[in-house]
């Protein structure tokens, strides 16, 4: 039964991304729950990704109404169904955790980076998992420390978040690419970026926010220059190999 449940919730995930058009990477089941991983990395609309995350979560509600339906029909049991309903509960409440990369993570992460920027949002997002995760210990500690499955479960997060928080850097990369390629780019308004010429390129890209383009308007010797497109950055940080220059070394020559 539990296998039922966790598998109809990743294949709400599934459907609603395939309706969208995204990349599935694999689905895994796992004998606590399971996992969707898309070849998605933050440039996809908000909507989208809501919707995805939520399609999870919300197989439940039909899941308990069919459970209701087959009771009535003297199918199940009435002790069947209270577990089913239970079942259903605690995994729904328990996937809506923030925490990485439980659907409550993921869906923190996408609220947030719009409106922050990707580089901090993924860092918030690290930040609150990481807490979230100590108060569910600390509630296990509490409640049923002697739970096997638990503890199996705190294993799965601490290694997932301890990757997630190791690649970071990477995600970002990933972000920044997608973005440079054009693929699956929703733009939804200009924000302008002003730094100054002494700038790190890469510190300047940790700024790129999703759904936006970002012209970028340098303060040189106390002037603002004209306007540089994203992509212009991007080539030079990605094509170019600036990866360590001044933002003004990549488009002046500082003397």
């Not at 990477?170 to 733009?187: A, S």
Request: net charge positive.
């Amino acid at each position: 039964m539990l296998f039922l449940i966790v598998f109809v919730h990743e294949m709400g995930h599934a459907l609603c991304a395939h309706f969208f058009s995204w990349r599935i990477r694999r689905i895994l089941l796992l004998p606590f729950g399971g996992v969707a991983e898309m070849e998605e990395h933050g440039n996809r609309p908000l909507k989208e990704e809501v919707l995805v995350i939520m399609a999870g979560p919300l197989q439940h509600v039909w899941l308990i109404a069919a459970g209701y339906g087959l009771f009535h029909l003297s199918i199940i049991s009435q002790e069947t169904l209270e577990l089913f309903i239970f079942q259903n509960i605690m995994i729904c409440c328990f996937n809506l955790l923030p925490i990485w990369p439980l659907d409550g993570g993921k869906l923190l992460f996408a609220l947030i980076s719009w409106r922050y920027s990707f580089f901090k949002s993924h860092q918030i997002m690290l930040l609150v998992s990481i807490m979230s995760l100590l108060l569910f210990i600390g509630g296990i500690i509490l409640i049923n420390p002697t739970q096997l499955n638990l503890w199996i479960i705190v294993i799965f997060l601490v290694y997932s978040i301890g990757m997630e928080f190791k690649n970071r850097h990477f995600v970002l990369m990933r972000f920044l690419l997608e973005r440079y390629y054009g693929k699956h780019r929703t733009i939804s308004m200009l924000k302008p970026l002003h730094v100054d010429e002494k700038e790190p390129i890469q510190k300047v890209l940790w700024m790129f926010q999703r759904g936006y383009k970002h012209p970028i308007i340098i303060q040189r010797n106390g002037q603002l220059q004209p306007q540089i497109d994203e992509n212009e950055l991007l080539h030079a940080y990605f094509s170019e190999k600036k990866t360590t220059q001044s933002i003004g070394e990549v488009f002046y020559s500082i003397p």
